[in-house]
């Protein structure tokens, strides 16, 4: 058998047991793809991450490569991984503040200031729902006027649905039926083949630079809720950007109702890049056999 070092790691975390916890794999080289799932499994978080030597798939150069894995199949890109693989990377290696690590989707440039981990994203697709506007209440439990606008499928590296809801009441409230969300993925172009997943969000009632947030993905048979999405937040920001709304800056809320808080800064700037960041606290280390 092979020791693996690994990392046990919470993000947008603004205690020690707050965030979202993450295990990383700093040294993954070796690894079969069968293997990385099957650890992923074994963890039981929502995503594990694998870091490899740096490749030039993305055409950057770059600190390392990143395997993203939920314990049932494996992510393009996904926020709280990325953050927290870099964390590790500065920690490890001594790399200075800014750097870019590759993603299966994209590249990804990461700045570092003590604890606190940014990525910067850029490049996006957003398709809004034209024909099914109507059943959006029956996926998120919710009476129609709770609804804001129509939803949007939203790709800034990762493919989810997007939906804004009036309030945070509405948003604490919202009971997601699976049929109902795999039939709008089916049923749409752009998402068919993809796991469905649903960001709900709703701007505070006072202060609209915080916003609230609930995120819930396929996982086997059932529905998943996670307590710190970093990639929706970037499509939150994708959004914005198609809505004409931004520079911005914002602080989201997700994770409250589950006992594990997370706060996400989102910010976009003029030339529309995406920054989605938060706080990073190591709470344990380890070997994993193989």
Known sequence: MKAYPFYLINVFAESHFGGNPLAVFPHADGLTDEQ???????????????IHPPTDRHGVSAAADLRIFTPNYELPLAGHPTLGSAFILKKLYNLPSSFTTNTQAKPVQIHINDDTVQMAVA?????????????????CGLAPSHIVDTGYFVNAGTLQFLLQVDSPSALHSAKINLNNLQQLFINHP??????????????????????????FAKEGDVISEDSGTGSACANL????????QYPIAKTIHQGDD????????LKVDDEQTIFVGGRVVQVAQGEFLV
């Open 36 to 50: 990385m799932q099957a650890i992923a499994k074994q963890f039981n978080l929502s995503e594990t991450v694998f």
């Open 123 to 139: 490049g996006f697709e957003v398709h809004n729902i034209t024909n099914y506007s109507s059943a959006l209440h029956d996926i």
């Open 190 to 215: 752009c998402a068919n083949g993809y796991e469905p997943s649903i960001y709900l969000w709703a701007q505070d009632d006072n202060d609209d630079s915080v916003v609230y947030a609930r995120m």
């Open 237 to 244: 920001g994708a959004y914005f950007i198609q809505q004409n």
């Open 258 to 265: 589950m006992g594990r808080p997370n706060r996400l800064t």
